[in-house]
């Protein structure tokens, strides 16, 4: 019994340490994933509605390390919005003549 209650306490200790990790990294991991999706999105709306890709070719378009990064195509509002699970998202739209165009960030 006495074994048994160490590992409870070594797996405590073990999540502890993950989550304070966490929680002293989370501004980067978020501002990361702030430009990951922001970037995500003009990319991928360049590639759709400025050269007339079809979404799934516009897909192998991200940077290694944009794994997380998903995108949702738009077609009735011609934008492209990317996020992150729980940690940001952004939206770009096609404006003729301008291109496509960062929705401000909330």
Known sequence: MAVRGKWWIVAGLILFALLAALA????TLRARAQLGSAYGARLTCSCRYVEGRAMGSCQGDKEPGMAMVRLTDK???RAVEAHVPLLASRTAR???????????AG
Not at 94 to 104: A, H, I, R, V
């Open 94 to 104: 096609f404006k003729p003549g301008w291109g496509c165009l960062l929705d401000p």
């Open 24 to 27: 002293w990294n989370w501004s």
């Open 75 to 77: 077609p009735e509002e």
